[in-house]
């Protein structure tokens, strides 16, 4: 168990431009979820899966942003058309619900994404 | 709705002092969990504790301390001791009833400790 896993740690891409990101979760939670953390402010959580269905979405997420966990196991999360608001680390957690809340959530260590 | 408020951004303390970093919550469920993680500059989140609703108890973790209060609807956090590796941003966040749908975090408090 290496932990969540998030590739890349960096994307510096143009506006107008599409990105994708990886998240690995810990192979066996079934829970997985996507947050936006701006500079000088807290993770905003943006959507959620338990295995591959998507449970909840935020009114973050514009129709720009679409996530995916076609196998319960990794998730993308692509950003179409990309603006300089988007610039943001883009931060996946993982756990196991039921009896997810003794340990929290897992972090991974996050991408950081800049639109120039 | 749910809200936490970590009204301390920034905090300086030279090595050894002890540090309290504040955390006010606002729900209106019954149970809920309140967590605090770290965050060092390589940016992941670093799971420090969670309470749930129902415990009031305070918790001593090594140089760590917790106190918890529903009357002030207050969860801050106490360092003793500190140390430089101690340099971070911490974040308090909540996470309401039994559905584990979110975490609704503060804004977080950049700690540094001088040396």
């Known amino acids: 168990d290496t932990g969540v896993s998030q590739d890349p740690r960096h994307k510096i891409t143009k506006r107008g431009q599409n990105v994708t990101f990886r998240c690995d979760p810990i192979?066996?939670?079934?829970?997985l979820y996507w947050y936006r953390q701006t500079l000088g402010q807290g993770p905003e959580f943006l959507t959620y899966?338990?295995?591959?269905?998507?449970?909840?979405k935020s009114r973050l997420l514009s129709d720009r942003f679409s996530a995916e966990r076609p196998k319960g196991s990794f998730s993308t999360l692509e950003i179409q058309r990309t603006e300089q608001g988007d610039s943001a680390m883009y931060l996946c957690?993982?756990?196991?619900?039921?009896?997810?809340?003794?340990?929290?959530?897992?972090f991974g260590s996050g991408t950081r994404l800049t639109v120039v | 709705a749910q809200k936490v408020t970590q009204a301390q951004t920034e905090i300086s303390v030279v090595e050894k002092e002890d540090v309290t970093l504040d955390c006010v919550y606002e729900t209106r469920d019954t149970t809920y969990y309140l967590f605090w993680y770290k965050q060092p500059p390589s940016g992941e989140l670093v799971f420090l504790i969670r309470r749930n609703s129902f415990d009031e108890q305070n918790e001593i973790s090594g140089r760590y301390s917790w106190n918890f209060q529903k009357s002030t609807s207050s969860f801050n956090f106490t360092i003793t001791a500190s140390q430089v590796v101690d340099s971070a941003v911490y974040f308090c966040a909540l996470s309401s009833g039994d559905t584990g749908n979110q975490f609704y975090f503060g804004t977080g408090t950049s700690l540094t400790v001088i040396p």
């Open positions: 192979s066996e939670h079934n829970r």
């Open positions: 957690a993982s756990t196991s619900f039921p009896g997810h809340m003794p340990s929290g959530y897992t």
């Open positions: 899966f338990q295995n591959e269905a998507q449970l909840e």
